[in-house]
């Protein structure tokens, strides 16, 4: 017994050294095996001047998943290990993101975003899919919903960037306003701890690897990212550029405790898909698929099996 505790002690040891020692290996490690447990594996795709990272696993209809401003395709690894066993589902980063190409020159708009990914789908011939985004990966499912209804077969949609209401009246919004400081946006590898406690009203524990290297990431790319935002800021809201009802099925998910976007947002969104089902979250910020991530997973499989 005494054996067993000393080496089950050596072992808490060394896990805690390679943690703080070897960051950046221990974060490709933890990906690694996150992402065999969802049944994902990582593949790339050339699309004209950008190289696409992307994950992939499972079988079965066609599920892709659009991350917000500022996160990459691994903000879904969790719950795709609930959704791999019934769909195929596919995580891309997107342009401008992640370990996907990221160019100075190039556009990044919602519109832009849903080109490059109209393209993603058609060469890894998909036909058509069925769409989830959070924040502004939510924006960019709508809109490509609304502009080429055919192409989709349902939207679940994580407190989407896409209305006035959601944008407009949120905290960040306010703090924006009022200060000019992007709450998104980490300049610095230590502002991203206020950045992951700002989405995160339930945040899940993170290894200090995770915390660091995400923090580096986040501060090397805020040139890119604090451009990409303000060509986003004052653009076209959902229902100011598309005033027709997108009849796709759709799951609007909210958390109520959400300080990136309103939570009145789900109204707002809701009224322009009338088929849509309205889900608010307690005590969960803005990532639900990341806070509660077996919750998350089982209503959208409840809302597929309603289809």
């Known amino acids: 017994m005494r054996r067993a505790l ?12 390679f943690d703080v020692l070897l960051p950046h290996q221990a974060v490709e490690l933890g990906l690694g095996i996150e992402r065999a447990r969802s049944g994902l594996h990582e ?26 401003f500022g996160a990459d395709k691994d903000n879904f690894t969790r719950v795709a290990r609930h959704l791999t066993p019934k769909y195929r589902v596919i995580i891309p980063d997107l ?13 990044y708009t919602i519109a832009d975003q849903v080109e490059y990914l109209r393209q993603f789908v058609k060469q890894l011939n998909l036909g058509k899919v069925h ?8 924006y960019i499912a709508s809109a490509w919903a609304a502009k080429y209804p055919d192409e989709v077969e349902s939207l679940w949609l994580l407190a989407p960037a896409a209305t006035r209401v959601a944008i407009g009246t949120s905290e960040l919004a306010a703090i924006y306003k009022e200060t000019g400081r992007n709450p998104l946006l980490a300049r610095t590898a230590d502002e991203h701890a206020f950045v992951r406690g700002f989405v995160m009203s339930r945040p899940p524990l993170m290894p ?13 790319n805020f040139p890119l990212h604090e451009k990409i935002f303000k060509s986003l800021v004052g653009g076209p809201a959902l229902e100011e550029w598309h005033r027709s009802p997108i009849l796709t099925p759709a799951l ?20 322009l898909m009338p088929r849509a089902k309205v889900i608010l979250m307690e005590g969960i910020g803005h990532l639900p698929m990341i806070e509660d991530v077996a ?12 289809l």
């Open 6 to 17: 000393i080496a089950v002690l050596i072992l808490l040891v060394g896990i805690v050294a």
């Open 43 to 68: 593949e790339r795709a050339t699309l004209d001047r950008f190289d696409i990272a992307y994950l992939d696993g499972g079988q079965g209809q066609p599920l892709l998943l659009i991350h917000g």
């Open 95 to 107: 342009p401008g993101y992640g370990d996907s190409s990221k160019l100075e020159d190039a556009g």
């Open 131 to 138: 769409l989830g985004g959070n924040s502004m990966g939510g």
């Open 208 to 220: 200090y690897s995770f915390k660091k290297v995400l923090g580096e990431r986040a501060a090397a």
């Open 252 to 271: 609007i998910v909210w958390g109520r405790k959400d300080r990136a976007l309103h939570p009145d947002g789900a109204t707002a969104t809701a009224a």
């Open 295 to 306: 919750g998350s997973a089982r209503d959208y499989l409840a809302f597929r099996d309603s």
